[in-house]
Structure formats: C-alpha cells, structure tokens
C-alpha cells in the first residue's frame, strides 16, 4: 500500500465550513498528489507537490489550496466548502517525477460529504 | 493533448469466460499507459503498466494488455474471470511535465461477474 494513509477516512460538513484533509506518507516519496473522483469522470487532478515547498495546480484546484511542509505530509484544504466538493479524494504518491515519472500509487480516500 | 476513452462503461461476463476491456489512447508521443482496478470502498491498485518496452504486458491476477499502436489501443484481457475480478477498471495515460508526471484517467468500465 505504499505507506500511505489518508484522515480523516469519511467526512460530513456544512457549506461555508472550512476543511483539511491529510495525506501521510511513511516511504519518503518526493511527488504527491490529491485527486478527487466523481461518477462518470474517472479520477481528476487537483494539485500536486514535487518536493517540500513545491506545489502547483491540477486541472481542477479552483476551491482548492495545498501545502507541504515535511515530506510525509500533503493538506488539502478547502477554504469554504460548497456542495459540489461532494466527492471521494485520493492521495497518490510517486518517488520520481518528470521525465522519468515512476508509478503512482494511491491510498484509501476520504470521502467527503458538504451538506 | 493526451486522453484515453474506455469504450464499455460496463462489462459482465460469466465466472470462467475470457474478459475484455476496451480502451483507446490519443497521444502526441509515445505515452505510457496503465490499468488499475478499484474493489468497492476501495483505493485504487495498479494492475499493470506500459513504458515502451514489451508491447504484451502482463500484470498481476492473471491480467494482461497489448498495446497496439497501430490501433492506438490498449485493451486489458483476461482468459477466465473470477468473482473477485468483479471492480471498476481504470485505464489511465501518462503525461510527463517539467515538474512532475499527470495521470489522465479514463471514466472506468465496472465489471460484473456472474456464476
């Protein structure tokens, strides 16, 4: 499983409400990654961090912020959830990127429920 | 851009007959692809993957896929399903950026198995 854990592992809120979700990684991974999946989409990217520091965005990040402070941890947080961040998110994690990308591998998701 | 088109959003076939599982890539260069498979309530496992060695990959659980460029497909196949082959199926292409490497995912075939 690639060391990877995700929490919390199922959520409800309220609109309006700020939330984070974590990613802890315990294999040293540089690249991680947060997806969210919805029926009929596959998996969509959201935002990924090539290093401690380094972030940028996927092709869905509005609503969405990250951060990475120590290697073993990705937060994905969103500011002011709305009902359409209704959804399952997966954290993913690679030891190489670019170029010469290696495999992604995935923890167990969180599924978020905004009321 | 690079995209993959699972052509069946659904599968059944009965436990001990052969599985297909139809996908198609469109690729500006020569892509690395890959399947995955989600059990329910699950995170997602890599069952194989394609980096322009052997064009007939073989992968875990009895899974194997061809990729034909010719045909801009890599079908995922397997000789006789079993129950626990019953799971939602993920092809998915790889794009490699300056920074990091971006999964595109198709939008899944569910495979139902039956006795």
């Known amino acids: 499983d690639a060391g990877i854990t995700q929490s919390p592992r199922h959520k409800v809120t309220e609109t309006g409400t700020p939330v984070t979700l974590r990613c802890h990684q315990t294999e040293n991974h540089r690249y991680m990654y947060w997806y969210r999946q919805d029926p009929g989409h596959g998996l969509r990217l959201i935002h990924y961090s090539y290093g401690v520091k380094d972030t940028d965005k996927g092709e869905v990040s509005d609503g969405y912020s990250v951060s990475r402070s120590k290697t073993e941890d990705f937060l994905l947080t969103l500011e002011s959830a709305t009902s359409s961040q209704t959804s399952v998110y997966f954290c993913?994690?690679?030891?190489?990127?670019?170029?010469?990308?290696?495999?992604?591998?995935f923890g167990p998701g969180t599924r978020l429920t905004v009321l | 851009a690079q995209s993959v088109t699972q052509l069946d959003s659904h599968v059944s076939v009965s436990e001990g007959t052969p599985v297909l599982l139809r996908c198609n890539y469109s690729?500006?260069?020569?892509?690395?692809l890959f399947w995955y498979v989600q059990h329910p309530n699950k995170g997602l496992q890599l069952l194989l993957k394609y980096t322009s060695a052997a064009t007939l990959v073989k992968g875990i659980n009895g899974f194997e896929a061809e990729f034909k460029k010719s045909e801009t497909s890599f079908h995922l196949t397997k000789p006789s399903a079993h129950m626990s082959d019953a799971a939602e199926y993920f092809c998915v292409v790889r794009v490699n950026t300056g920074t990091a490497s971006k999964l595109t995912f198709g939008t899944g075939t569910r495979l139902q198995v039956t006795l």
């Open positions: 993913a994690v690679a030891t190489s990127g670019g170029l010469k990308a290696d495999t992604q591998y």
């Open positions: 690729s500006s260069y020569s892509p690395s």
